[in-house]
Structures are given as structure tokens and as C-alpha cells.
């Protein structure tokens, strides 16, 4: 069985019914399995642009023809695959300082590791509320290559420890700073040091690092 390589395609087509599936048929006919899909927006042309990450174990160059001949489509062309270029993703969210000291730590680590072959990129956003902070929660199970979510912030409960333990379920590591409230012990892990918990949560993340978080004897430090 020929390994499959991740690649990226941009599709610039007709914004109009039936685009989105006739361009996933001549995918699936090459044997392509689409990893990843996101619509770029359409332009004053009519045209959408629309982002394909492929596993693929046949030739893209055949696939990329077959796509660029298809009647709809104005142009196609190959790229790097996101998950090659950005890799991983961290996601912390919380207040504005906590989320500030979680991102110094994440950073610094994920920049060890960058530098060893590792793609750990980080994300922030401060959020205050216990309803937008259940929503981003939810929400971040959604986003393409996130491996892992830090709750930095001072009061955390209610709908959000509701959100952390569904996130969970669905794979997501979720590790919270040492707060008041409910969120810590629904959290794989906790962390009181801010700094600390951004290295904790890449290592965690990191192929280059020797740190697994199910092997720890105490979940709290």
C-alpha cells in the first residue's frame, strides 16, 4: 500500500450549486481523502475560493489537471499543506494578563521544538463571560489542527466546565490554570505557574518532547 502524502490545493470556481461536489468527485476518483475543507470567500467575480487539504497516494499532478479541466473551475493550483506550515495549534483563551503569561511559556517552548523540525504554532484570545467562554470552548473542537486548549483566568464554571468536559471527550487536551471555581477539575491537567502551563501544554503537544500527560502520577501542580 503506497504511503499517503498531505497536500494542499486552492481552487479558484464558479460560486453556484454543485461546484463544491463535483470538484469532491474528481477527489474521490483520484483516491483522495479530503483531510480538511474551508471556503476562502467569494470575490466580485462570482468566483469562490475554496482550500482542499488532500491525503494522497497517487501522483497530484494528474489530480491537479483533472481539477483545472473541470468547466467551473477558473484556476487550481498545489501549496503546502496548512498542517506542514502551521502544524499543531494551542489555543489559549482567558483574561487578558493570565492569557498573556500562558502565551510567554507556549511560545518559548514551541520555539525550542520549532527549531528540532516540530510546526507548534499558538493562538490567543482574551474572553471574559461565563456563556462566550462555553462558546469558545465548543468551538475550538472545531478548528482545524488544534491538538490542545488553556484556560488562563482567575473564575471559571457553570457552562464552561460543561464545555471542557464535552471538548474532552471528543480528544481535545484541556489544561486550566489553578483558579476558583469548577473548570480545574474537569481539566487534564492544572497548572498554577502561567508561564509553566504554556511549556507544560506544548510539551504535551510536541513529538520532540519525552512528556505524556496520562503517565503523570498527580494531575495538579
Known amino acids: 500500500m503506497m ?22 468527485g474528481i477527489i474521490a476518483a483520484h483516491g483522495g481523502n479530503i483531510a ?30 483533472d481539477l483545472s479541466a473541470n468547466t467551473a473551475v477558473q484556476s487550481a493550483r498545489q501549496e503546502k499543506s496548512l498542517q506542514k506550515i502551521y502544524g499543531k ?37 482574551p474572553l471574559v463571560g461565563e456563556q462566550s467562554l462555553a462558546d469558545a470552548v465548543r468551538a475550538v473542537a472545531r478548528l482545524p489542527r488544534a491538538r490542545a486548549l488553556v484556560l488562563a483566568g482567575s473564575l471559571m464554571g457553570g457552562e464552561i466546565e460543561k464545555a ?30 502561567p508561564v509553566q502551563a504554556g511549556v507544560m501544554t506544548v510539551m504535551a503537544v510536541a513529538e520532540t518532547a519525552k512528556f505524556t500527560v496520562g503517565r503523570l502520577s498527580r494531575r495538579v501542580f
Not at 502524502?5 to 469532491?24: K, M, N, S, Y
Request: glycine share 10%; no cysteine.
Open 3 to 24: 504511503s499517503q502524502d498531505r497536500i494542499g490545493v486552492v481552487i479558484e470556481a464558479r460560486d453556484e450549486p454543485g461546484v463544491l461536489h463535483a470538484l469532491t
Open 36 to 65: 480538511s475543507v474551508e471556503m476562502l470567500g467569494s470575490a466580485e467575480t462570482g468566483l469562490s475560493r475554496i482550500y482542499f487539504e488532500i491525503e494522497l497516494a497517487a501522483d497530484p499532478a494528474v489530480l491537479m489537471r
Open 89 to 125: 495549534r494551542v489555543i489559549i483563551m482567558g483574561g487578558g494578563a493570565q492569557v498573556g503569561q500562558v502565551a510567554i511559556g507556549a511560545i518559548m517552548e514551541a520555539d525550542r521544538h520549532n527549531i528540532r523540525g516540530e510546526h507548534i504554532s499558538v493562538d490567543t484570545i
Open 164 to 193: 471542557v468536559r464535552e471538548v474532552r471527550a471528543q480528544g481535545l487536551l484541556v489544561v486550566s490554570l489553578n483558579m476558583a471555581g469548577s473548570v480545574p477539575d474537569a481539566a487534564d491537567l492544572v497548572v498554577t505557574d
